[in-house]
């Protein structure tokens, strides 16, 4: 870790040092606009088009022209530029140098003529970086990442800037706070955290775009998610005509595992289509060792345990969606995906040994675990997009529907011995068995048009949810026995029914502000069929958000905001069931758990477009705190539960700059340092935590002779607290290498993943009766061999990106 932490360090000052030395172009606030024709001087859609540096022709930014083949960059910096217009199939088109200094400009339309000697050469003219910070969001660009092919979804959150994955305990931060809100394409995942991090733990990267960390969201937004959200966009051809690609991978930690995946574009006429499939095959393990004393009228019993378990799992995903050009201005669209998840453990065992306080032997028990389940999930969207004129006004609706099916079972198979092995006591056989069942429906309307001098938004969303859930636990005696004091049904209802209203404009030349206020019905009721119990919530919130940014100077730019959020339960922690890991440890769910409430202030200092500075602040009241062990002393039982804390203040600063130390070598590094302070009556005591931590991320990436580029990456997580746990440091160091081939249509990528094994889970938590330390360990070194190919016409547009109604709604739902 030493070693690893020096490096980390020097890569940051190395860094550091080069951008005291670079020069940057000046940002300004000129619109620049133009149109594509083609040879029969028509408009030609969705082209590609770069705004270049004069001087040096690199990449300032890129886009793709609209349906109507024109394209518009905001916000150009001041200084000299050209455009290059290029089509595959088509002669590149360069327009002649201009100067921009403040004043829009429109420039001439571009004609695009067919490239008579050459259909199949395609030139890169810039790579994005791995990640690019831009004022309301920082951008992490995965399929631009060698160290990145072949790994998972969570394995690429760990590297994103100011995200820490507690692999021990399954959950995501943001900044150092819960309550984060994932979403993939736009679409919320709304599962359980245990399940969200099976799920992103089962998706291929190679399936993935880019991921978007949007910290402090408008009230356009959804109101939860305290932390802000993650939006994972999966790849999608954004070519003219009939293409696709296909990518392979293997890996090897310990154990094997393979992935491999197909999309296929095609657009013809006003129809624009595509598919996509793919399959995960894994096999890995968990280690835990975990050490707690248990004190007790004045005795102490000390539990050493040490738990190993095989882990297998399979996951299929299909999607496909079709979008219909109606009109120039009206576009319909459908779109419908799936996922089939099936894991086990078919090898668990617990060995524990029961120590007196003077570590003499009371007893040994071994526990036999198997665990297992699946999750089956359908997803369908009908979206219409309606744009009124060319002036922004514009309405979209959308239609959801969402259904979770799937089951979770366990058996547990406890033998006793005595100190000297012989054995002790009959054998305890318990297994559960819970299905559970998620629907989900959406109706979505957003509407947009230009008001005054400013942009006018507005929208409406209802959603109704409902889970079942039916947990039954089994005792063996002679035959399999029905317990009642350890099952339960729970079924839980939530209607939530919204309005927004968002104004944009300018104050001066220089300020422009952002308003928006939200207002959200809630009525929710958790049904514990089982125990007659009933908790019916019905409540009404307002979230207003205040957006402010000053233009200082040609070098600086300053931004201001404000919101206030809502995280509600998690279905599974409202359910008051017991998940059994071993006769003396299990999870316990909390039906009077209560919604936290965020408010978030945000300070960010943009200097010179490329160093990006972000302070912020947020007060949590009644924190959703997850994972928090307690102690049942008198039976030496510790389970883990869910509860609300009183207060939860935050300050985080995360700086992030890109570097171009040369040609062939550019740095991104980013840094967050987060104080988090809990102050809480918790147990019938006072519970205060002070806790600073910081977070880096660095990455290298060489571009080498020959078609060959490698990168260097790590990312460092300093002591931090997580629930009640001190969590010791932990990091990694990555290093890949990649080849184009086949003219550049086909890409190998080999990677080492964690080279010296420093990722791993090892904490501490001590308070009132609770004396308890973990240490996880899991397949985090890995040595990844991935292979892509693009086939087909590469002119072909995809069907479009969008966000669809229940971006909000698929984070919570499910098992435990």
Do not use: C
């Not at 011995?417 to 299905?435: I, K, Y």
């Not at 928006?516 to 069929?529: A, K, M, P």
């Not at 040609?554 to 339960?569: A, E, G, H, L, Q």
């Not at 290093?735 to 993943?753: D, E, P």
Request: charged share 20%; hydrophobic share 35%; net charge positive.
């Amino acid at each position: 870790m030493k070693f690893f932490t020096n490096l980390t360090v020097a890569l940051l000052l190395s860094g550091s040092f080069v951008l005291a030395q670079t020069n940057q172009n000046l940002p300004g606030k000129a619109k620049l606009s133009g149109a594509i024709l083609d040879e029969k001087s028509q408009p030609f859609p969705f082209v590609n088009v770069l705004l270049l540096h004069a001087k040096d022709s690199v990449l300032v930014k890129g886009l793709a022209a609209d349906e109507n083949g024109k394209y518009v960059f905001d916000q150009v910096a001041n200084g000299k530029y050209l455009v290059l217009v290029s089509m595959v199939g088509y002669q590149k088109n360069y327009s002649e140098p201009f100067t921009v200094k403040d004043a829009p400009i429109a420039l001439p339309a571009s004609q695009l003529t067919t490239d008579t000697q050459s259909l199949n050469e395609v030139t890169v003219v810039a790579k994005k970086p791995f990640i690019e910070q831009e004022i309301d969001r920082t951008v992490v660009n995965v399929e631009n990442s060698i160290v990145s092919a072949g790994a998972t979804a969570l394995e690429i959150l760990e590297r994103a800037p100011g995200v820490t994955v507690d692999q021990q305990n399954e959950q995501l931060k943001l900044r150092g706070k819960e309550g984060v809100i994932v979403q993939i394409d736009g679409k919320q995942t709304f599962l359980s955290q245990q399940e969200l991090i099976t799920l992103l733990r089962n998706t291929p990267s190679d399936n993935i775009e880019k991921i978007e960390l949007i910290t402090n969201p408008s009230a356009k937004y959804d109101a939860a998610g305290n932390s802000g959200i993650i939006n994972i966009k999966m790849k999608r051809n954004k070519n003219y005509g009939t293409n696709g690609n296909i990518n392979l991978g293997l890996a090897h930690a310990k154990y094997g595992r393979g992935n491999a995946s197909v999309t296929v574009n095609h657009r013809a006429g006003k129809l624009s289509s595509f598919v996509s499939a793919g399959t995960f095959l894994n096999k890995g393990f968990n280690n835990n060792d975990i050490y707690r004393k248990i004190p007790f009228e004045g005795k102490v019993t000390i539990f050493d345990q040490r738990t190993e378990r095989i882990n297998k799992s399979q996951y299929h995903n299909i999607r496909a969606g079709v979008d219909y050009f109606a009109t120039e201005k009206t576009t319909v669209g459908v779109l419908v995906s799936g996922f089939y998840n099936d894991w086990s453990n078919p090898f668990g065992q617990t060995n524990t040994r029961i120590l007196n306080e003077d570590l003499s032997l009371q007893r040994t028990f071994r526990t036999d675990v198997f665990n297992g389940g699946t999750m089956h999930n359908i997803s369908s969207n009908l979206n219409l997009k309606h744009q009124f004129d060319d002036n922004g006004k514009e309405l979209t609706f959308d239609i959801d529907y969402v259904n979770y099916t799937g089951t979770k079972k366990s058996i547990l198979d406890t033998r006793y011995f005595a100190p000297d092995g012989t054995p002790d006591g009959n054998p305890e056989n318990v297994r559960n068995n819970m299905p559970s069942n998620i629907n989900i429906g959406v109706a979505k309307l957003d509407y947009t048009q230009k008001l005054w001098k400013g942009k006018f938004e507005t929208g409406l969303k209802s959603s109704v949810v409902a889970s079942d859930n039916d947990m039954v636990f089994e005792t063996k005696i002679d035959d399999w026995v029905l317990d009642p004091t350890r099952s339960n049904q729970f079924k839980y209802t939530e209607n939530v029914n919204a309005a927004y209203l968002n104004y944009s404009g300018n104050i001066s030349k220089k300020v422009k502000y952002q308003l928006g206020l939200r207002g959200e019905h809630t009525h929710s009721i958790g049904n514990s069929v089982t125990l007659n119990q009933k908790r019916d919530r019905n409540y009404v919130n307002l979230f207003p958000s205040v957006f402010l940014s000053n233009q200082l100077d040609t070098n600086n730019v300053i931004n201001i905001s404000y919101s206030r959020r809502i995280d509600r339960p998690n279905y599974q922690s409202l359910n008051p069931f017991e998940f059994y890991l071993d006769p003396y440890t299990f999870q316990r769910g909390n039906p009077n758990l209560k919604p936290q409430y965020t408010n978030s202030f945000q300070l960010v200092h943009v200097y010179k477009n490329f160093l990006n500075t972000t302070l912020a602040y947020s007060r949590i009241k009644d924190m959703i705190a997850d994972e928090l062990p307690q102690q049942i002393a008198s039976e030496n039982k510790t389970f883990v539960t869910s509860d609300n804390l009183d207060n939860q203040d935050n300050v985080s600063l995360t700086v992030s700059f890109p570097i171009k130390i040369a040609k062939w070598w550019n740095v991104q590094t980013n840094f967050t340092g987060v104080y988090n302070h809990y102050n809480s009556i918790y147990l019938e005591e006072k519970l205060e935590i002070k806790q600073a931590s910081w977070n880096m991320y660095a990455s290298n990436q060489f571009t080498l002779p020959k078609g060959f580029s490698a990168e260097i990456s790590g990312w460092y997580n300093s002591r931090a607290f997580y629930g009640l746990y001190a969590a010791k440091p932990m990091g990694m160091l990555n290093a890949g290498l990649q080849k184009n081939i086949m003219n550049k249509k086909g890409t190998i990528r080999l990677n080492v993943n964690d080279i010296f094994w420093t990722n791993r889970f090892r904490g501490k938590a001590v308070y009132k009766d609770i004396d308890f330390s973990v240490r996880s360990q899991w397949p985090s070194r890995q040595f990844r061999l991935t292979f892509t190919y693009n086939f087909g016409n590469q002119n072909v547009k995809g069907a479009r990106q969008r966000n669809t109604g229940s971006d909000d709604l698929q984070k919570r739902a499910g098992g435990n």
